[in-house]
């Protein structure tokens, strides 16, 4: 099965740049999708296909992807930013959903 | 606007068969560009996939889960539903029934989610 691994944590300071990271082999080669998930809420895709943002997602969120690792910037955190944020591909026909990273706003 | 709604009951016992249903509303079922999908995501941790059925029937599941899940579709009723056999404390979760637009797109519709408990 595919694995993608993610920090549990990361911390930024407010109006600082949060950068969060989502490993797999060759993941590079997979359309990546990055979701925020606040406590009780569903998941919100905030950027799709690697660097994509949905309309009503800040520009402040951008995403990268090559090699063996996709990586989630969240430019200027604000407060509202705090949340779960996990990656996801599609192996084939499988969901794999990365291990999902706590981002605190200090 | 479409609206994902799971429903079912809350508490299943151990071993039973627990059965959650999803309605779509404001839009069709019967869309062949959209895959309809069940995740799962136990207190405090993170998000598995469970599988998916496209409006034609075909299913695919998570392999560690394909001997006791089946998802099935009911377009008279707008509905998919999720079984998951043999349940034990570890399948204890908030369940979300989620669309996909296209292959290989993300999920960009979901419901609310509904806890699903398995105890005695």
């Known amino acids: 099965s595919y694995d993608l691994t993610q920090p549990l944590s990361v911390s930024v300071a407010l109006g600082q740049t949060a950068k969060i990271t989502c490993g797999g082999n060759d993941i590079g080669s997979k359309n990546v999708h990055w979701y925020q998930q606040k406590p009780g809420q569903a998941p919100v895709v905030v950027i799709y296909?690697?660097?994509t943002r949905p309309s009503g997602i800040p520009e402040r969120f951008s995403g990268s992807n090559s090699g063996n690792t996709a990586t989630l910037t969240i430019a200027r955190a604000q407060a509202g930013d705090e949340a779960a944020y996990y990656c996801?591909?599609?192996?084939?026909?499988?969901?794999?959903f990365g291990t999902g990273t706590r981002v605190t706003v200090l | 606007q479409v609206q994902l709604q799971e429903s079912g009951p809350g508490l299943v016992k151990p071993s039973q068969t627990l059965s959650l249903t999803c309605t779509v509303s404001g839009g069709s079922i019967s869309s062949g560009i959209y895959y309809w999908n069940w995740i799962r995501q136990p207190p405090g941790k993170g998000l598995e996939w469970i599988g998916l059925?496209?409006?034609?029937?075909?299913?695919y599941y998570k392999s560690s889960l394909q001997s006791r899940v089946s998802i099935s579709i009911d377009a008279s009723k707008n509905q998919f539903s999720l079984r998951l056999s043999s349940v034990t404390a570890a399948d204890t979760a908030v369940y979300f029934c989620a669309r996909v637009y296209y292959g290989g797109a993300p999920f960009d519709l979901w419901g609310q989610g509904t806890l699903v408990t398995v105890s005695s």
């Open positions: 059925i496209f409006s034609g029937g075909n299913t």
């Open positions: 996801q591909v599609w192996d084939n026909t499988s969901g794999v």
């Open positions: 296909r690697d660097t």
